[in-house]
């Protein structure tokens, strides 16, 4: 397989540098805002002052059905932090972040439920010293702007250990794991796990009305369109209509089975621990993980329906090991066609 060679680039050309510190900052959410997000929801909300950037929960993106404890969601905000992250570095300055900085709560439970709803910030990120972007850092820079959620199947070859395993540093470079199923017995159990937990979220009336508000009703802006998997715009507006209808909806399951049961990579990635500050990690490991195997060609999907039914995710613990708290599934492949791009709304900023 090839690997698309990294491109060093000159500090980005058009970053504002003579420009306000505000300024700057603004030009760099800009990269932060094109992060992956469960359903396209965008669930983040940036405030700009005292020369740093504040990363909320924006609480009107939130998923009930999908997603009721906001795991995801904060895992949504990371994977924009890693995002911020980069950008800052590729234009040569260490970005210095404080996780929860706000804290100003004797009691720590409160302080943390302040976060999920929006109330404190999860970060803040400010400018540090100069530096020289490291060869790695460009290389996930500029699989930022080519970086797609890959529905599709993926081409039938082997995807090269040496790859799988950069991706498994990546992950620990953030503090968590991603562990590579290659057991045929550990892939298909995960396969049987996938499928159950997709026919009991889909028995669910609420989950499917969250689906359809999602999918079928992608806005420019936001949600998934319909041509992100591979759908007609027949089909799209069919599954709005069907897909809140038990049973009838088209079923987009079934075509993605025999996609899934070919996948030449199954991960897992996981904790050590299951609360905010792990979910904000996952994220920043899961878009660390996802912008790596973009600048070798690879694609991923997601698979976690059995990490979201709570009963089936204590079996994909046991398949980790039980110390492991799994986050998300992915599907990795190389990569045949370019996915559409999803749309994104404009820099969401909190008005206080
Ligand atoms: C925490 C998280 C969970 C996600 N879960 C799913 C999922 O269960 N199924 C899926 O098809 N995509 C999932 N996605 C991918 C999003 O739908 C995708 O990032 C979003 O539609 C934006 O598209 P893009 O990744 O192509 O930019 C998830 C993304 C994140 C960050």
Known sequence: MTHRSPTP???????????????????LLGYAVMAPSGHNTQPWQFSVHDASVWLYVDPARTLPALDPGGR???????????HFRIAMRHVGITPEV???????????????????KGRKALARISMGSPMEPTLADETLFSAI????THREAFEDATVPTSDLNQLEDAAASEGANLEVLSDADQR???LDLAIRANEDMLADADVRRELAEWTASASDDAGVPGSTRGWSRWQT??????????????????????????????????????????????????????LRATSYGLGASFLNQPVKVSRLRQDVRSLC????????VLRMGVATTQAPRSGRRPIPIRKD
């Open 188 to 190: 298909s159990r995960l």
């Open 321 to 328: 090991g039980d110390d492991a708290w799994p986050q998300i």
């Open 98 to 116: 404080e996780w929860f900085p706000d804290r100003d709560e004797e009691d720590a439970a409160v302080h943390m439920q302040d976060v999920e």
């Open 237 to 290: 507006l069919s599954a709005g209509w069907l897909q809140a209808l038990p049973g009838l909806g088209p079923d987009p399951w079934h075509r993605e089975t025999a996609t899934i049961r070919n996948a030449p990579v199954l991960a897992v990635l996981t904790t050590t621990d299951d609360n905010v500050a792990a979910w904000l990690r996952a994220g920043q490991a899961l878009d660390h993980v996802l």
């Open 9 to 27: 680039s000159p500090p980005h050309p058009s970053f504002p540098r003579q420009a306000a510190v505000e300024e700057q900052l603004m030009f």
């Open 72 to 82: 995801e969601r904060i895992m949504s905000c990371g994977a924009a932090l890693f």
């Open 145 to 148: 702007q080519r970086r797609r």
